[in-house]
């Protein structure tokens, strides 16, 4: 539209047109300066990516190139203290509990968050009235920019004694059933992966719901409309035309949450037990991930390799969280150009 | 020690000097028991300073290292400004602490325990002076129905716990020793460190030095203590304060925390068994009395849990400052010399009003001593005696 209108301003000035032809030709300094700005904080953006990437593995180096990849990934248990005792022993630092945890509770999160997340997105873009709508989205841009640490402070001193009763009631029913029994096996203690999982929950649903709205947002309004119009009730209509056509964008925002779950440190730190030493196999039991043990032990990381293995488990993470955001990226501009 | 005085407690408490009795009753708790002295000769040595104050000192130091003695070294460093050098201490743990002395950033370094050989040979800049500065107690709490402060323990008994081989509160060995409490049929729930802590490390220090119980099950010696062990059993939580919340809200919970924020957090804790056989209040006399009657190698490298003294809380940590023998500049060397004769002497007034424990006199003046061995240029920066001690 601005563009047809200014094709269609006063008949062009002779002095004009010189001067544009002129800025053609010799480009002045200010627009040299800009590209080079542009351009430059571009390059800069990912020459500090690869500067991080390639310190990470330099760092990681002496640990990989003394224990080999393949023992850090197939080892579960995580004991610095035994390193100095035997160099050449065993490799001490096994790493697949962390990779384990951070799965585990990012999942759980994921499962507890996304149905939620569609459900108040949908409710913000086509239920609410306009007079709800924005203070509820407000709201929940907020709970998006509350600091981690807080959430795990409230974790640890709110959300553990709400959650104890309850989990040891199910704890109680589910415990003896064969197969999944394990998985729900008492005692309850508090902080557990259950517990990290509730709190990543409630931390990645502002991010999937915010994503979900926009994807909801572009649903062509044509099609909403033809759906009412041949006598579609509202969930009708919201299935057939939003839901439907929506299903690749909310796979890619849940996909962005769990590169938010993946990486968060310190709320799942405080409230997920730390025990380093294997994976536990019930979800009531204590557990760590791989940023939460860099961020226990790299300050007095000093036994031997000990430092270089958690820089290790920083690789872990980094690759980790790069294919699932990578993933949910593409699947996002996927759906942004079947739409457009 | 004797234990029979026990009843009679809190008439004792303010009576005769010997260290006999140890409170027990539960309402006896609030006051404080004759090993808990609150004499300010105790809190506040008013150690005199040997050391002349050296002119041409550099107007700023720079330490780095332990968390562990942060708190106060805050207070000396904004107290000793006023005598016209700026410390800036980062509290960045001891292991960064002692990577920056090693490679000369900082002109000290802190760290809860001792430099092994290693360590040591790693040093850029010579040989490394080991000070010890304050005294820190690190204290066993519980949250279990009815019992008040003061469930006696001893080293094996609490070694079993963190062993995972005594999981009951109302197990014989802990009934054996608490015959004044009524000990419920309840799982104990442990908790841990789960970050590299100064804190753990006198913990297991103690567990290693009482409990053979402990040290077999963590495999042997070079591996049940340090600060992180691989815990057979428990909770992890991150910081004094992630032990502490999993401690107070899990009934039956055992954990260990420093002695400061046990009391600020008004934590029930145990009375622990000491060398001589007594059970120790943790409280700043008692963990002042820890380094009054042992005997320490001559570079002082070395902890202080479970010494010998009739008063000796037994789970007791110092934390040592790192400073080259060689010094590279004068002002720095002396500014050096200025801020730590200071700091042993005069400064140890401060650590009580925080619950840190002034050194007892006996490893004050080896401390001390250290700082003659500071050199420049091949020579001693200060020399000075210490004055033999008043006797009292």
Known sequence: MSASGQAAAPPPVTVGAEARALSRQRPRLGDLTFRALVSGSGALIVAIFLAIGIFILDEAWPAISHYGIGSFLSGSRWAPSEAALNLEGKNPYGILQFVYGTVLTSAIALLLAVPIAVGLALYITEIAPSLIRRPLAYVIDILASVPSVVYGFWGIFALIPAVKPVANDLSDWLHSIPVVGPIFAGPFFGPSYFVAALVLAIMVLPIVTAICREVFAVAPLAEKEAALALGATRWEMIKLAILKRSRVGIFGAAILGLGRAFGETIAVTMVIGNSVLGITTSIFGQGATMPSVIANEFTEATEPFHLDSLFVVALCLLVVSLIVNTAGKLIISRVGTRIA | ?392
């Open chain 2, 1 to 392: 020690m004797a234990v029979a005085g026990a009843t009679a407690v809190v008439f004792a408490a303010i009576g005769s000097s010997s260290a006999s009795a140890v409170s027990t009753s539960a309402s006896a708790t609030k006051k404080p028991t004759k090993q808990c002295s609150t004499s300010l000769k105790v809190l506040r040595p008013h150690y005199t300073n040997p050391v002349p104050k050296l002119a041409g000192a550099s107007d700023s130091l720079s330490g780095a290292g332990s968390t562990f003695v942060n708190p106060i070294m805050s207070i000396w460093s904004s107290t000793f400004a006023k005598q016209g050098t700026k410390v800036a201490y980062q509290s960045i743990g001891s292991g960064g602490g002692i990577a920056q002395i090693q490679a000369q950033t900082v002109d000290f370094g802190a760290t809860d325990i001792a430099l092994s050989d290693t360590e040591a040979a790693a040093a850029k800049g010579g040989p490394i002076l080991h000070v010890p500065m304050v005294l820190g107690a690190v204290v066993a709490v519980y949250n279990v129905k009815g019992l008040a402060n003061g469930l006696r323990l001893d080293g094996e008994t609490l070694g079993k716990i963190y062993a995972g081989q005594i999981t009951k509160w109302n197990d014989p060995a802990i009934k054996a020793q608490n015959s004044q409490f009524a000990l419920p049929d309840q799982s104990i729930a442990v908790a841990h460190r789960s970050d590299g802590s100064g804190t753990s490390a006198i913990f297991t220090d103690y567990l290693t030095k009482t409990s053979p119980s402990w040290t077999a099950k963590l495999g042997g010696e070079a591996t049940s203590r340090g600060k992180t062990v691989a815990w057979p059993v428990g909770i992890g939580g991150k910081g004094n304060e992630g032990v502490a919340a999993v401690v107070s809200q899990t009934e039956g919970a055992i954990g260990y925390v420093e002695l400061q924020y046990a009391i600020a957090q008004k934590l029930t804790y145990a009375f622990v068994k000491n060398s001589t056989g007594a059970y120790i209040e943790p409280c700043v006399a008692t963990v002042r009395a820890a380094v009054d009657k042992g005997v320490f190698p001559a570079d002082l490298r070395t902890t202080v849990t479970n010494e010998p003294g009739p008063l000796a809380y037994p789970i007791t940590g110092t934390v040592y400052a790192l400073i080259y023998q060689n010094q590279t500049d004068e002002g720095k060397a002396k500014a050096i010399v200025n801020y730590f004769s200071w700091m042993l002497t005069i400064g140890q007034n401060f650590p009580a009003s925080i619950n840190y424990a002034p050194m007892g006199s006996l490893l004050q003046q080896k401390a001390l001593l250290q700082l003659g061995k500071i050199q420049f240029g091949g020579k001693p920066v200060v020399k000075f005696t210490i004055p033999k001690a008043k006797k009292k």
